[in-house]
Nanobody, 129 residues
Framework: QVQLIESGGGWVQTGGSLRLSCAAS????????MGWFRQAPGKEREFVAA????????YYTDSVKGRFTISRDMANNRVDLQMNRLKTEDTALYSC??????????????????????WGPGTQVTVSS
């Protein structure tokens, strides 16, 4: 089992910045990747960004490219999401998620929520004009 706890959410004005962190504990030695998703009220959960644990390959949804940066701290089992130039449409509950090591020959789609096996409770981000 892997436990995930997010922090760093809050309220910020349009154009501001926030840095989210997700601390992982438990069987973290089995981590293949970590990702961030968000869900706004009345909307479906949406992929934001992901990073593979060993290579550090990153993936972003188009709406955050150039504004958000995902990074990992392998020594402390933490993944961060630096969010700059925030917009009102970035308002949502942000959750981090974990992907265990893949079986040989299998593939992974970072944008698909079902590909992740453990989830944190989320941290609220509110951006107002």
């Amino acid at each position: 089992q892997v436990q995930l706890i997010e922090s760093g959410g809050g309220w910020v004005q349009t154009g501001g910045s926030l840095r989210l962190s997700c601390a992982a504990s438990g069987r973290t030695e089995s981590t293949f990747a970590m990702g961030w998703f968000r869900q706004a009220p009345g909307k479906e959960r949406e992929f934001v960004a992901a990073i593979t644990w060993s290579r550090g390959s990153t993936y972003y949804t188009d709406s955050v490219k150039g504004r958000f940066t995902i990074s990992r701290d392998m020594a402390n089992n933490r993944v961060d999401l630096q969010m700059n130039r925030l917009k009102t449409e970035d308002t949502a509950l942000y959750s981090c998620a974990h992907v265990a090591l893949l079986e040989v020959g299998s593939t992974w789609s970072p944008k698909i929520a079902d590909e992740y096996d453990y989830w944190g409770p989320g941290t609220q981000v509110t951006v107002s004009s």
